[in-house]
């Protein structure tokens, strides 16, 4: 079983900065793409951005610039730099891990995780 854990979430004034890290446990052998993605209330959920397992990053629009994906291999974890934050970045973040290839050889297709809330106040 993989599970994904989600932390850095919280609140934080416009223009401030915040990071957020998600680590997947499990026996996992490699995972090909990592990301995040967010849902604010209301609205669908989104991607933020993603990265592959080496190191290519994938933006939205909306937040290039601003915010810099990045991962390590060795801890399965995936990074997400958030600065210049605006008050349309509020929403609960979610980790995502496709392609996850585990010790066994299975493939879990994608994995999930909980999701933690960034609040930005204006």
């Known amino acids: 079983q993989v599970q994904l854990v989600e932390s850095g979430g919280g609140l934080v004034q416009a223009g401030g900065s915040l990071t957020l890290s998600c680590t997947a446990s499990g026996s996992i052998f490699i995972i090909d793409r990592m990301g995040w993605y967010r849902q604010a209330p209301g609205k669908q959920r989104e991607l933020v951005a993603d990265i592959t397992s080496g190191g290519i990053p994938n933006y939205a629009d909306s937040v290039k610039g601003r915010f810099t994906i990045s991962r390590d291999n060795a801890k399965n974890t995936v990074y997400l730099q958030m600065s210049s934050l605006k008050p349309e970045d509020t929403a609960l973040y979610y980790c995502?891990?496709?392609?996850?290839?585990?010790?066994?050889?299975?493939?879990?297709?994608?994995?999930w995780g909980q999701g933690t809330l960034v609040t930005v106040s204006s």
């Open positions: 995502k891990a496709n392609g996850v290839k585990l010790i066994s050889r299975a493939i879990l297709p994608e994995v």
